[in-house]
């Protein structure tokens, strides 16, 4: 008899034991997802030290599918349109170059005075024209618009990361609205309310993150999706052909 209750205790431990490791790293994935957002929230800087110490090696991160390129220009050159990054197996990474450098776009010249009249618009699949400048020549190009599903790596993500404007990230604008866990997922809701620099109007938006972690705790996959839709119409736009 009491050989039995000491065998059933030490099940009854063995299963306690083990819940209770489960509980406390699913709460300790939830609380690297709640920081990792609230990062996202503060600074550049914050941004990416989670991204650095948190990702594991061979983690991916997920961007919101659009319909566009897939290139970026280099947000801290005001001057001129400088191609920063082109993402692989998209549109553009068959034409464009990092480095190259946009001389016009539909015929408008790509000048510092032009820049609100500059369009990179069209329907998908239909080429948009434009002139670039590679290695000290001009050539004419044509890039089509296409859906855009990137993933990138942990190092592209850093390098992206290094590419934006820390002078113009976005600092406590947002707040965490639920945590939801199960397993090694966690589910982030982060709201975030700011005012546009170029219209003056204010906007906010929902995200929801998912965060999927391996069992060392570090981040294997993150992906969010937004309101990016409803952003624009509270800035006044329209989504039109």
Do not use: C
Request: hydrophobic residues 40%; negative net charge; aromatic residues 6%.
């Amino acid at each position: 008899m009491e050989k039995h209750l000491t065998a059933g205790l030490g099940i009854v431990m063995l299963v306690f034991g083990a819940s209770a490791w489960a509980a406390h790293h699913e709460n300790a994935n939830e609380t690297i997802a709640t920081e990792w957002i609230k990062a996202t929230h503060t600074g550049h800087a914050e941004t990416r030290a989670m991204v650095e110490k948190h990702m594991a090696d061979n983690g991916i991160f997920e961007q919101d599918r659009y319909v566009g390129f897939g290139f970026s220009l280099d947000p801290k050159n005001e001057d001129q349109m400088v191609v920063a990054s082109v993402t692989p197996g998209t549109p553009a990474a068959s034409v464009l170059k990092v480095g190259d450098v946009f001389e016009s776009v539909k015929g408008v010249p790509a000048t510092r005075e032009n820049r609100d009249r500059m369009s990179f618009r069209g329907k998908p699949g239909e080429p948009v024209k434009a002139v670039v400048k590679r290695d000290g020549k001009t050539m004419p190009i044509e890039v089509r618009r296409g859906i855009i599903d990137a993933k990138l790596s942990k190092a592209e993500t850093l390098a992206g990361i290094d590419r934006a404007n820390a002078d113009t990230w976005g600092v406590d604008k947002g707040s965490i609205v639920e945590v939801l866990s199960k397993g090694n997922v966690v589910y982030v809701v982060d709201e975030t309310k700011d005012t546009d620099d170029v219209s003056g109007l204010p906007f906010e938006n929902r995200s929801i993150t998912r965060f999927e972690f391996n069992d060392a705790g570090k981040v294997v996959n993150v992906r969010s999706m937004g309101e990016s839709r409803f952003v624009l119409e509270q800035l006044g736009y329209t989504i039109e052909r």
